[in-house]
């Protein structure tokens, strides 16, 4: 079967254009070699009108072109990366001054740190500041709000391990704001926190706003009482959750 002029054309331009992908074409000897050799057809589709007569050197920028869409996209994501470094700083500023407005400068020396991660087996996570940022066991960490999160459990070279509030080996003494009203709190697990041991003569009630330190815990959500018992007890509600917290702080000294 006979092709037509037409397609032997596409068929040696594409033949062509294989064997130029296929060399290193930067070449000066091997472009000058297929300028020549593929002379004769560009002069055709010159004459012709089909405006194609650059079809080799479309090949040779389409590769410069590829190389500098490799840079661009390089610069694209540097910008990115600067962008969501001055969204951080911008983030980190705006817990300072919240902070700064509460005026825990005056109260405590702190330091700034970011979770990183949370312990799935435990009410636990993990923050970016450790033995290498001056952190030592048993320090509470805050939020910006004054609001008690936890105290370090473990420290380590750039990490520590903080154990929230409502792990089960949190225990905490505890009072009711405005009276003289005590007990102490334990963890339960599962974010749920137990306000134990009121003395039963004690007047609680769903609302009451609970610290510990001066710390802000939460508000009672339900009091517990019960006839024989020398006690009672509350649940709290407390003022933040895990998945809201992006930055906390470490209270260094009081």
Known sequence: MKLSAKKRTIL?????LLLVLSLNFFQK???????????????????????????FEAIFKARNLERENEELNLRIQ????RQQSFEEMAEENKTFREALELGLQKEFRFDLAEIIGKDTNRDAILIDKGLKNGITKDLFVITSQKVLVGKVAEVYQNYSRVLLISDRESLLEAKIVGTNISGLLKGLGGSQ????????????????????????????????KVDVNLFQQAEISPFFEVSNLGRVFIVLDF
């Open 12 to 16: 040696f331009i594409s033949i062509g």
């Open 29 to 55: 000897e091997v472009r000058g070699f297929f300028y020549s050799f593929s002379m004769p057809v560009q002069k055709m589709l010159w004459r012709s009108g089909n405006g194609v007569s650059d079809f």
């Open 78 to 81: 540097e910008l990115l990366s």
């Open 193 to 224: 926190i137990l306000f134990d041991l009121i003395p039963k003569e004690g007047e609680i009630k769903e609302g009451d706003l609970v610290v510990s330190r001066d710390f802000l815990i939460g508000l009672i959500k339900e009091v517990k």
